[in-house]
């Protein structure tokens, strides 16, 4: 596995991370699971994800999406 492939899997985990521990919010990690890491991901669906260029920036992209979500709904 290239330098790559494994950084971009730690983005992943990291991402993952994130909207479960860190906004914590219901309905966003359940969009989470369904559209970006699936829940209870393991090694092997990293690699894949991150070896898809169009999905981990789809994935990215949503993760930015439910970042500002979290932070709109913080707002109210």
């Known amino acids: 596995m290239n330098d790559t492939i494994l950084l971009k899997m730690n983005l992943l985990g990291g991402m993952d991370t994130y909207v479960r521990e860190v906004i914590g919010d ?13 829940d ?17 920036t789809r994935i990215c992209i949503l993760m930015g999406k439910l970042v500002k979500a979290s932070t709109e709904e913080d707002e109210d």
């Open 26 to 38: 219901d309905d966003i990690t359940d969009v989470w699971n369904m559209y970006g890491v699936p």
């Open 40 to 56: 209870e991901c393991d090694e092997d669906t990293l690699r894949e994800i991150a070896e898809d260029d169009n999905e981990f």
